[in-house]
C-alpha cells in the first residue's frame, strides 16, 4: 500500500518531470510504502513522452513504462497529496507554491534537492516515518544552507553565472539544450536516489 506520494512536477510533463519520475521509480524499486509521479503545470492531458528522454534505457520493463506514460496538468489535489514536491525549475516551483501556498515548505526544485543531499546527507533516525518524509524533512530544515549553490557531482558545469537551481526546458531549444536537460535530470535524479535508498542500488535508475 502506497502511503508517501513524490511528485516531480515540469512545464508539459513529456521530457523532465517524467524521466525524473521513470527513474526514481526505477531506483525505488523494492522501498515499500512510496509511489512516485509526475505532472506539468501547463500540461495537455495524453501527451506521450518524448523520444530523447524515453531513450535513456533500452530494457522491456523501461521501455513498456515509457509507452504507458501520458501527460497530465498537475491538480490542486494532487499536490494535496504529495509528501514532495520536486519541480523541474524555479518558475515551475514558483507556479506550484502560487496554486497550493499551504505545501511550499515541501516543494523544492530538483538539483537544489541534489545539490542538499550532497551538502547535508541525511542522518538515520528512529522516528518512524517514511523516506519521502524524511528527505522532505532534511530538505526544509536545510534549505539555508550557505553552500546549496555548489554544483553535485557529475552536474554539468555549463552555465556560468546562469541559474543553478532551475534544469531549463530544452524539449523545443535544440538538440544540445534537449541532451543537457536530460543529462542534468538524470543526474540530480542519481543524488536524490542516494538519500532515499542508500547503498550501490540507489545509482540504478540513473545509469546510462
Known sequence: M?????????????????????????????????????????????????????????????????????SRRVTDGLLQLATLVLAA?????????????????????????????????????AHRV????????????NRAVKDVRQVPR?????RRGGDLSSIADGHSAGPRKHRAAVDEVAVSVGSILTALAPGPSSWKGAER
Open 2 to 70: 502506497t502511503s508517501e506520494l513524490l511528485l516531480v512536477v515540469c512545464s508539459a510533463n513529456v521530457c523532465r518531470s517524467p524521466l525524473a519520475e521513470l527513474l526514481l521509480r526505477r531506483g525505488l524499486e523494492g522501498v515499500s510504502g512510496v509511489g512516485v509521479g509526475s505532472a506539468g503545470v501547463a500540461a495537455s492531458d495524453g501527451a506521450r513522452m518524448c523520444t530523447l528522454a524515453g531513450a535513456q534505457h533500452d530494457d522491456a520493463s523501461w521501455r513498456e513504462t515509457v509507452a504507458a506514460h501520458r
Open 89 to 125: 525549475d524555479c518558475d515551475v516551483r514558483s507556479d506550484v507554491v502560487r496554486a497550493t501556498p499551504e505545501i511550499r515548505n515541501r516543494v523544492f526544485t530538483l538539483r537544489d534537492a541534489a545539490r542538499l543531499v550532497e551538502a547535508v546527507p541525511l542522518e538515520v533516525t
Open 130 to 141: 517514511g523516506v519521502v518524509s524524511r528527505l522532505a524533512m532534511h530538505l526544509d530544515q
Open 154 to 158: 557529475g552536474l554539468l558545469r555549463s
